[in-house]
């Protein structure tokens, strides 16, 4: 490749209804700002909220009216927002001027990275590919080596025959207080719940899922997902740039909440947001419900199935009952290519990072608010509450714990789930319904308060608010199915 130099002095011209509407408010402002009047009519038009606020403020309301009108007049000549327009405008003029200057010497693609991408966006052979990624990346690689294999070497062997032993003697050696070795030792203690679930239980499923993301993202496989299943997102007012925050709502609701931001209207935010809440289940909770189902493979199929339908449906529905028509779709499309190691082990250890710093401390104050509601009496009377709600399911009381885990994180919830699992509290048929119920349950706090900041407080309310009777309903909706078809699991 050779770069050429171009001349540094010329003007972005934009198409007439832009530059109209650019002189207009340039003429408007009366006032200095540290910008040039063109610079702040541009992100006028382009709804910068803090440019907005900031003009709002100097101008005064009067004027600041005159030139929402001019907005309004520049939006009338197209269908997608204005800052749509302005970027797909911008792109053009980039790509035009790198034409100009630089020059790439004879390329000898990979033809099978070509043929293996253009496959990939085809539904005849992409829908395929999908389910063998899904198959043998999340169901074999996440939820049986992970979640199986790796979890037992963490958790029943090196925890459960030496780390916790030891700790235990050593608490009970040097603290004299029972109330106060409970606080680390005891059912719901820091060391024997709260570390041993974060580290023995969910850190090999997260390790693992960060892993095949990292390989998938790298080999260049998500954009053209994005392009499979852009036609079918259409159908739930959403397209195919949602897969982006969608694939990673299986890592992190919460991370992929805030990556919502890409979507180019409120509508689309607003529904990929309450789907995320809804129907996708955070890798955590993935692995360890895949590790549960994979003794029940009818399970684990009526599970995939609930959540596929769940997710189009309300999808569906919710785009009906909003107001708005769905964005275009236009995504950069890179080239297919084998993961480079570097950049798989650098966007892992980045994910693992995140996973200690920002949940790892959030199982350990589960466990001492769990302790501290032990001790006052609290957390009885909340699993006393829950015990009805359970029972509407036909679930044994053990299990309002899993669910009063869920209200702290999705996957501390699941982690509940996999402790009841492993002393045979629950058959295949409970264990269905619960696994479905925990993940169709209420975002975890850290999900409520990026949806609060994202979407605001009502919305995050009126959310939860629908999601929770949602979850018991359709829990005991399959648990009455699976009864009245004498469906054994």
């Known amino acids: 490749m050779s770069v050429n130099t171009f001349p540094v002095d010329r003007v972005i011209t934009y198409p007439p209804p832009i530059e109209k509407a650019v002189d207009a ?19 006028l038009l382009q709804h910068d909220e803090e440019i907005e606020g900031l003009v709002r403020r100097r101008e005064g309301e009067e004027r600041f009216a005159a030139i929402a009108e001019h907005i309004r007049k520049a939006q009338e000549h197209y269908r997608e927002p204005l800052h749509m327009v302005i970027l797909a405008h911008r792109q053009r003029l980039a790509q035009s001027m790198a034409q100009e200057v630089v020059h790439y010497p004879p390329t000898t693609s990979s033809g ?100 095949m993301f990292s390989i998938l993202e790298d080999s260049g496989y998500f954009p053209r997902l994005a392009m499979l299943i852009d036609l079918l997102f259409k159908k739930i007012g959403l397209n195919g740039r949602a897969v982006i925050p969608m694939v990673l709502g299986f890592g992190c609701d919460t991370m992929a909440t805030m990556v919502t931001r890409i979507l180019e209207t409120p509508r689309e935010r607003l529904i990929a947001t309450f789907l995320l809440a809804l129907a996708i289940p955070c890798s955590a909770q993935l692995g360890v419900i895949m590790a549960l189902l994979t003794s029940h493979p009818g399970a684990l199929l009526i599970w995939a199935m609930t959540l596929l339908g769940v997710f189009l449906f309300i999808g569906w529905l919710t ?17 297919m290519r084998l993961p480079i190691l570097s950049n798989v082990l650098t966007k892992t250890y980045a994910r693992m990072h995140w996973y200690f710093r920002e949940v790892f401390p959030l199982f350990i104050l589960a466990s001492v608010v769990i302790w501290l509601g032990q001790i006052t009496g609290l957390f009885d009377l909340a699993l006393r509450a829950l015990t009805p709600v359970v029972h509407l399911m036909d679930l044994p009381d053990e299990a309002a714990s899993a669910f009063l885990f869920g209200f702290f994180r999705r996957d501390y919830g699941a982690a509940g789930l996999y402790h009841l699992q492993e002393h045979g509290v629950l058959n295949g048929r409970q264990l269905l319904v619960t696994a479905i119920t925990l993940t169709l349950f209420l975002p975890c706090i850290a999900q409520f308060l990026m949806m609060k900041k994202e979407r605001g407080l009502k919305t995050a309310l009126a959310i939860s608010a629908i999601i929770f009777p949602f979850a018991i309903t359709v829990g005991t909706m399959m648990n009455l199915i699976l009864q009245l078809l004498g469906v054994q699991l």
């Open 112 to 211: 099978i990275a070509e043929w293996i991408g253009r496959i990939c966006m085809q539904p005849l052979t992409g829908i395929p590919i999908l389910l063998l990624v899904l198959y043998y990346g999340l169901y074999q690689f996440v939820g049986v080596f992970g979640g199986g294999t790796l979890v037992d070497l963490l958790e029943n062997r090196l925890f459960g025959n030496y780390i916790n032993p030891f700790v235990t003697h050593w608490v009970r050696t040097l603290l004299p207080f029972v109330p106060i070795q409970e606080l680390f030792i005891g059912e719901y203690g820091i060391f024997t719940l709260g570390v041993t679930y974060a580290v023995a239980l969910i850190l090999p499923i997260v390790g693992t899922f960060f892993l």
């Open 25 to 43: 408010i340039e003429h408007l402002l009366s006032e200095e700002y540290a910008l040039s009047r063109r610079a702040v009519a541009l992100l």
């Open 319 to 335: 785009a009906r009952v909003l107001p708005g028509t769905p964005a275009t779709f236009y995504i950069e499309i890179p080239p």
